[in-house]
């Protein structure tokens, strides 16, 4: 298995819901990453974890949370997002264990509006 | 203000010819720098990669040629496909960690 896998492909939710995308990898990675990334914009990068522990905050806020339940594992929890948070949210995961970034794989995101 | 520029948002090439992709930097910390290729409604692909102790890195049709004291790099496709139309980000690092990417350049490969 040498893909990045992450559910749902698409998501809408309201201002007010509660949602979680997941990213999964079974590749024996030990570092995995969140990005974020606006039409026609590159992918600007939100979170890394190394080793299931949360290495890098790129100053995200506090309504965005990730949770690294295991080392195949990457979640993203929503709470209270706003309209300009619609966006793709890729996952990528690299064999760089102090998540320097060599080599990575990125998923095919999951495509977030929110209304 | 951008660390890493990609100045042409788009280049149309004919099939069979190079493909020259451009990139700039301004952080003369970084040392490490990717390739992604990105179609429509998918996630980026890794292409290739160098490290600032080289000059070029060739991989089959692609090869990254690398100019410290220029900051610059350039993706160069020989022969260009049609298949290899989409988005391409150059992204830079220093050692490994934080990469910055670039806006990237659309590539057209006409049949």
Known sequence: DTEVTQTPKHLVMGMTNKKSLKCEQHMGHRAMYWYK??????????????????????????????????????????????????????????????????????????????? | DQQVKQNSPSLSVQEGRISILNCDYTNSMFDYFLWYKKYPAEGPTFLISISSIKDKNEDGRFTVFLNKSAKHLSLHIVPSQPGDSAVYFCAASERGQNFVFGPGTRLSVLP
Not at chain 1, 54 to 71: A, Q, Y
Not at chain 1, 73 to 88: G, I, T, V
């Open chain 1, 37 to 115: 990334q606006k039409a026609k914009k590159p992918p600007e990068l939100m979170f890394v974890y190394s080793y299931e522990k949360l290495s890098i905050n790129e100053s995200v806020p506090s309504r965005f949370s990730p949770e690294c339940p295991n080392s195949s594992l990457l979640n993203l929890h929503l709470h209270a997002l706003q309209p300009e948070d619609s966006a793709l949210y890729l996952c990528a995961s690299s064999q760089d264990p102090q998540g320097r970034g060599y080599g990575y794989t990125f998923g095919s995101g999951t495509r977030l509006t929110v209304v």
